[in-house]
């Protein structure tokens, strides 16, 4: 009887396994690419294909420089890809700008999208995407997001119980930072944005870790010193107010997700100053962190902008910008 219960109480996210893994083995290490047609990089992105892991970033000559566009590898097999530009911001033969923080996400199973940002400057931005019906191989015109829309900023959408996709969106201005998030359904139509009280903390960029209950939780990048934390209690309707967590931040990109047990991975630089360490956290709740995998601790240098997803077999992968020169990539088991 108590077994059934269990079962239940299970089954309405009344109870939650969400044990610390035992052990991490570090699968792979390695550069996506040693040399490319672009002297810096960052922001990347990665998916999980049939064929393979599919990463994304934005490369030029330096962030913001007009000729900076986005460009993708595929690991098959043992081998990565040489990266091929996918995207760009060229308005006509006389107008050109920079793009900027791709998002891959599969909203279809014959649809692989690849969400990004044009624009000089985030405070001048707008979303467009672009979609792939052969797993990033292929991909369609451009699409710009209807006004007001930004889309996922640099962290990956999420699919709801019901559908839905949510994506961790959020706006900067002269004056402040803000997150939210918005709406949309598989087929990428019937847009909502729903706006969320920033508090006293300037926080873009927000992550999505789901909680037992049905409860959401975002993590977010902050001027603030600590990464930024919020709840939602009914699918990403409302949420609460945006106040800092136990982790510190060094007003840097985070990334996090979910596993298939309950237990959540965070990649962030822990520090409050400076981006030469990054490190994979891990916590059984979403309050309580601990370091478990240091991924890079030098003197000085820049390991930031991480990307994390679980494939369907267990594996975790995950990339970050590796001193703005190449793009680093680590898959591991727990």
Request: charged share 25%; aromatic share 10%; net charge negative.
């Amino acid at each position: 009887m108590k077994f059934i219960l269990f079962l239940i109480a299970f089954s309405l996210g009344l109870v939650f396994q969400a044990e610390k893994p035992k052990e991490i083995k570090i699968l792979r290490s390695e550069f996506i690419y040693e040399s490319a047609p672009f002297p810096e990089c960052h922001a990347s992105t990665l998916v999980e294909t049939s064929d393979g892991i599919l990463a994304a970033w934005f490369g030029g000559t330096r962030e913001r420089n007009p000729d900076v566009s986005i460009y993708t590898s595929r690991l098959s097999g043992e081998k990565w890809s040489t990266p091929e530009m996918v995207a760009d911001g060229v308005v006509d033969e006389n107008l050109r700008y920079p793009t900027w923080n791709p998002v891959l996400f599969q909203n279809k199973p014959e649809q692989l999208t690849l969400f990004y940002k044009i624009g000089p400057s985030p405070r001048e931005w707008w979303g467009a995407f672009k979609t792939s019906s052969d797993e990033g191989k292929t991909w369609s015109e451009e699409i710009k997001l209807e006004e007001g829309f930004l889309g996922p900023i640099k962290n990956k959408s999420v699919f709801l119980p019901n559908g839905d996709i949510l994506h961790p969106s959020s706006l900067e201005t002269s004056k402040v930072w803000t997150i939210h998030v918005e709406k949309s359904d598989a087929n990428l139509e019937n847009w909502r944005k729903i706006e969320i009280e920033n508090g006293s903390f300037n926080a873009i960029q927000p992550t999505v870790l789901f909680l037992p209950g049905g409860k959401i939780q975002l993590l977010s990048r902050t001027q603030e010193g600590k990464v930024g934390i919020n709840y939602s209690e009914d699918q990403g309707e409302t949420w609460s107010r945006v106040k800092g967590s136990s982790l510190p931040n060094n007003n840097s990109g985070v990334d996090g997700i979910t596993l298939k047990s309950g237990y959540h991975l965070l990649v962030c630089n822990p520090l409050q100053k400076g981006r030469n360490k990054l490190s994979l956290m891990g916590s059984e709740d979403g309050n309580t962190w601990e370091e478990l995998l240091v991924l890079e601790d030098q003197s000085s240098g820049e390991f930031s902008y991480p990307a994390i997803i679980q494939a369907k077999d267990g594996t975790v992968h995950l990339t970050y910008t590796y001193n703005r020169k190449r793009i680093k990539y680590v898959s591991l088991t727990l």
